[in-house]
T-cell receptor, first 121, second 112 residues
Framework: SAVISQKPSRDICQRGTSLTIQCQVDSQVTMMFWYRQQPGQSLTLIAT?????????ESGFVIDKFPISRPNLTFSTLTVSNMSPEDSSIYLC??????????????????FGQGTRLTVV | EDKVVQSPLSLVVHEGDTVTLNCSYEVTNFRSLLWYKQEKKAPTFLFML????IEKKSGRLSSILDKKELFSILNITATQTGDSAVYLCAVLRPSGTYKYIFGTGTRLKVLA
């Protein structure tokens, strides 16, 4: 399975500032995913980052707030912009490995980086 | 609307107990169901289930899927304090790119 390095591991930031989270994979992957996990909540997909094209954002998330870069097939960044306390969450990057089922259909296994615990004060 | 519901939300047991965690789902175009263990921040992969009735086992953990009744269970036997974690259930459905729908998790605490 892919090895994913994510940093920073944690940060405490002032409101109104921005934080960029980095995610490095040890193999080339087509898509990288960014999730948010607010306190006591489940993982919510923010966006899908494809190399060479703009990221695809999920409902409720916009590029101005969460700009994403994907300069190559092993690296991506997520920026949390103009932060407020409501942005305090764990942010996770993820990659998927495809598995061909006995039925011939394709499923995937998602693997996650170590996560970034962001606290906005 | 697609949703994944886990129960119980939290559970406290003693070492040696057996626990059963539940995951029910309503997801269109279901492809697979995955279980993860989240101890601090990063979820670690446990099982992927795609077919009904086939039990997956890994040591003291096992899981099974019922695609007719739309649920899965995760069993942990002879629990240890190291099993304390949040257990997440996620369902994969194709949606342009593949998309996971995560449950809110079950927080398990195993007391010595």
């Amino acid at each position: 399975s892919a090895v994913i390095s994510q940093k920073p591991s944690r940060d405490i930031c002032q409101r109104g500032t921005s934080l960029t989270i980095q995610c490095q994979v040890d193999s080339q992957v087509t898509m990288m995913f960014w999730y948010r996990q607010q306190p006591g909540q489940s993982l919510t997909l923010i966006a899908t980052a494809n190399q060479g094209s703009e990221a695809t954002y999920e409902s409720g998330f916009v590029i101005d707030k969460f700009p994403i870069s994907r300069p190559n097939l092993t690296f991506s960044t997520l920026t949390v912009s103009n932060m407020s306390p409501e942005d305090s969450s764990i942010y996770l990057c993820s990659v998927e490995e495809r598995v061909v089922l006995s039925t011939g259909k394709v499923a995937t296994e998602a693997f996650f980086g170590q996560g970034t615990r962001l606290t906005v004060v | 609307e697609d949703k994944v519901v886990q129960s119980p939300l939290s559970l406290v047991v003693h070492e040696g107990d057996t626990v059963t965690l539940n995951c029910s789902y309503e997801v269109t175009n279901f492809r697979s169901l995955l279980w993860y263990k989240q101890e601090k921040k990063a979820p670690t992969f446990l099982f992927m289930l795609t077919s009904s009735g086939i039990e997956k086992k890994s040591g003291r953990l096992s899981s099974i899927l019922d695609k007719k009744e739309l649920f899965s269970i995760l069993n942990i036997t002879a629990t240890q304090t190291g099993d304390s974690a949040v257990y997440l259930c996620a369902v994969l459905r194709p949606s342009g790119t593949y998309k996971y729908i995560f449950g809110t998790g079950t927080r398990l605490k195993v007391l010595a």
